[in-house]
Structures are given as structure tokens and as C-alpha cells.
């Protein structure tokens, strides 16, 4: 197991049980107790753990799953601005993605491509592109409703979501970190972006400022899978350089 992935299921660990040992983790990852430290210190330096003695534990606000209703004026106008973005990149008689999201559902107001194939598992987004005249074709995803979060999520939604291919996807993450890719807090959530990520031709990454550097419970992806980041500007300098490095946009 490389570093990077024992480092991701170190913080996996520890955010599920909420604490863990050296030794625990030592032994459930067949490495010694010293690499386990290491870890541990790395983890910390990046403020996706805090340390106890003789162990770790999760750093607070890590798992947080907020409602829509909780997150939609919180950047309002950061997520206004990228979302503005997003929509004129799409072109008319295209086929996308709109994953559910605040910052994506920003971008679903403001669509004004003609004959647009919008397929969407947010309920929220739905109700928006329903009243947009210029879209052509709206699918839905069934699936599990994800109360306050307004998502179709589950086995339903994911065999659905294989049946097609798009030219774009919208896609939202709770986090964005160079070391551990993209997460969000909810394991079904998070296969149903993966499956997006699968069917899409080109990954598009709506994200405001504080959504970098930040590590959720699960991984979607590494960062390296996404074509280009739409976000404010507010990033720091020298984080675009290192996303642009991993080839980016």
C-alpha cells in the first residue's frame, strides 16, 4: 500500500470510530507502530486529524453532512459567479450532468443553452430546469430521496446513471485535496458521483475557495480524474499552481 492510500485509510479509520491507537492502526494496516506515527504527524500537519497521546482522533467538523437549506447562502455569491461560469460553458444540443449540489444548482438557474439534455438526481435541481424553456429533455434518476439533501442516491440511481453517456458533468465535493483526491461525508453519495465520473466525457469541478484543502469521509476520486475546476477567486495562489501541475485547469 502506498503511503497516500494508507495515509487516506488512516483518516477513513479514525473518522468512522471516531478515535483510534498507534497499535489499533498499526496492526489493522500491517505496518509498524513508528509508520503509523509518521502517518499520524503528516495527517496533523494537514489538519485532517488531531493527535492524542498514544493515538488519534477526528478533527471536528470533518464529517459534517449540512442540508441544502444550511448551505445555500453560505458563499452565495462565490457559488453565484461559478455558477455563471459553469452554465455558459455548456453548448447548445448537449447532453450533461447536474449532480446535486448547492454550488451546482447556482449553475442550473442561469443554463441558457438551447436544447440542452439535462440529466440530474438533485429534486431541487429538477424543479429548477423545469421551467427553463431552452432545455430540451430532462431525465431524472430514481433512487433513495435523501431527506434535506434533495439527492436520488443508491443502486437504483447508480445502474441508471450507466446507461448514459454525457459530454459534461457539473460536479459538486465537500472536499478537494491534492493528497486525497475528492470526498464527500456520505458512502452513497459518493458512488453515485463516481459512477457520473464514469459516464462523462469531461469532469467539470464547481467548488468555492474553502472547499480546498479540505478532507470528507470518503473518497470519489483523485484529483488528477478532473478536466477543469470552475472557482472563485479567492484560491490560493499557489494551490493553483500545484493543481495546474497535476494537469488540471
Known amino acids: 500500500m502506498l503511503p497516500r492510500e494508507?495515509?487516506?485509510?488512516?483518516?477513513?479509520?479514525?473518522?468512522?470510530?471516531?478515535?483510534?491507537?498507534?497499535?489499533?492502526?498499526?496492526?489493522?494496516?500491517?505496518?509498524?507502530?513508528?509508520?503509523?506515527?509518521?502517518?499520524?504527524?503528516?495527517?496533523?500537519?494537514?489538519?485532517?486529524?488531531?493527535?492524542?497521546h498514544g493515538g488519534a482522533m477526528r478533527r471536528p467538523?470533518?464529517?459534517?453532512?449540512?442540508?441544502?437549506?444550511?448551505?445555500?447562502?453560505?458563499?452565495?455569491?462565490?457559488?453565484r459567479a461559478i455558477g455563471a461560469k459553469a452554465a455558459s460553458l455548456v453548448a447548445d444540443n448537449e447532453a450533461i450532468f447536474i449532480?446535486?449540489?448547492?454550488?451546482?444548482?447556482?449553475?442550473?438557474?442561469?443554463?441558457?443553452?438551447?436544447?440542452?439534455?439535462v440529466i440530474t438526481n438533485a429534486v431541487n435541481i429538477l424543479q429548477t430546469v423545469i421551467a427553463?424553456?431552452?432545455?430540451?429533455?430532462?431525465?431524472?434518476?430514481?433512487g433513495q430521496f435523501r431527506q434535506g439533501i434533495y439527492s436520488l442516491v443508491g443502486p437504483e440511481t447508480e445502474e441508471q446513471l450507466q446507461r448514459y453517456r454525457v459530454?459534461?458533468?457539473f460536479l459538486g465535493v465537500s472536499g478537494v485535496s491534492l493528497d486525497f483526491g475528492l470526498t464527500c461525508p456520505n458512502r452513497i453519495e459518493a458512488q453515485v458521483k463516481m459512477k457520473m465520473i464514469e459516464a462523462a466525457r469531461q469532469v467539470i469541478l464547481l467548488v468555492d475557495h474553502s472547499k480546498f484543502d479540505k478532507v470528507s469521509l470518503v473518497s470519489i476520486?483523485?484529483?488528477?480524474?478532473?478536466?477543469?475546476?470552475?472557482?472563485?477567486w479567492n484560491i490560493r495562489p499557489e494551490l493553483q499552481r500545484s493543481l495546474e501541475s497535476a494537469g488540471v485547469r
Open 61 to 79: 467538523g470533518v464529517l459534517l453532512d449540512p442540508t441544502v437549506d444550511q448551505r445555500t447562502n453560505i458563499m452565495l455569491d462565490e457559488k
Open 132 to 142: 427553463n424553456p431552452r432545455i430540451d429533455t430532462i431525465i431524472v434518476t430514481g
Open 6 to 52: 494508507r495515509q487516506f485509510r488512516i483518516l477513513e479509520l479514525v473518522n468512522q470510530r471516531l478515535s483510534c491507537s498507534v497499535n489499533e492502526l498499526s496492526e489493522e494496516l500491517s505496518v509498524s507502530v513508528d509508520t503509523i506515527r509518521r502517518d499520524l504527524k503528516q495527517l496533523e500537519s494537514k489538519q485532517m486529524i488531531q493527535r492524542t
Open 167 to 169: 459530454d459534461k458533468l
Open 221 to 232: 476520486a483523485p484529483v488528477s480524474r478532473v478536466d477543469l475546476i470552475i472557482t472563485d
Open 99 to 117: 449532480d446535486a449540489g448547492t454550488t451546482t444548482w447556482q449553475m442550473a438557474k442561469q443554463l441558457t443553452a438551447n436544447d440542452v439534455i
